[in-house]
């Protein structure tokens, strides 16, 4: 227990405060959401948000990088789009002789990878090394993303034509899946009174330097974790493994997730130390994007509902630990 005294928590707090409230003067009414993406930052994963046009996940994105000084870039993907328009190429300069790596568009902190479903499967996988590793392959020659890398990746739920919907390889690649949802009347008044601004300018000065962003997610890889909430972990991912409604249940790699999730959240929340709610707070957007149900349904926003269900279930007949 004594590895917990190592972890400035007061201070990682105070940092990511910051960062929230920074956020939130844009994305207003939207705490949970703003709160997934810090922990996903710092968690060191990728987001997935499946939500309907117009409800600010470019303004999330983009002022969340905007938050940290660093650097953001914005891919609109096309069912004509090649994996070169993503990662670059390489192109021959007659001064020298030789070819040059033009790097893409995915050579930044935050990438926000808008409609990734309308792009082509060839495409997509071209994201599944950058998003893994955060390094890109190119040849013959490895190129490695300056940390922090964060990919924001959105998709419709509901208009499916003309789309390539994610494999599971790819699905899995991202920590978390979460919607933004309507505001609230009230936050709605409050934008339209402030008139209406393209996402870029919006204004987002920086209040975090991109250290202490390092900072934090080296404080996250350290937060204690009890050996009772290590097996409350493995319990909640083996219940979805025998659930039979399940094609087939969550992954090692899904219970990494969810340790990493937790782990955050615990430190968002001034804690150098994981509870169990902290893991029942993160089960849903961690594991309701890697699980499929055997009876496929016809409409995708009523087969998540459903999976969600079942895992809200799971979670209540799984004993938490005292």
Sequence with gaps: MSDINLIPAPRALETVERLRVNVERTIRGKTGAVDKTIICLLAGGHLL????????????????????????SRIQFTSDMLPSDIIGVSVYDERTREFSFRQGPIFANIVLADEINRTTPKTQSSLLEVMGRAKISVDGQTYTLPPPFLVI??????????????????????????????????????????????????????????????QLQHFVREVFIEDSVYAYMVNLATATRAEASFRAGVSPRGTLSLKAAAQ??????????????????????????????RKPMSDPLEERHSIEGLLAELLQQTPKPV
């Design 49 to 72: 948000i499946e939500d309907l046009p117009g409800l600010g996940k470019t303004t999330l994105a983009y002022c969340l990088a905007k938050s940290i000084d660093c650097s953001f």
């Design 153 to 214: 990746a959105t998709q419709n739920p509901v208009d499916y034509e003309g789309t390539f919907p994610l494999p599971e390889s790819q699905m899995d690649r991202f920590l978390m899946r979460m919607s933004m949802g309507y505001p609230e009347p009230a936050f709605e008044l409050q934008i339209l009174q402030g008139g209406h601004l393209h996402y870029d300018q919006q204004d987002a000065d920086p209040v975090v330097s991109r250290q202490e962003v390092l």
């Design 264 to 293: 955050a959240r615990a430190l968002t929340q001034g804690r150098a130390f994981v509870i169990p709610e902290d893991v029942d707070a993160m089960l849903l957007p961690v594991f309701g994007h890697r699980l499929s149900l």
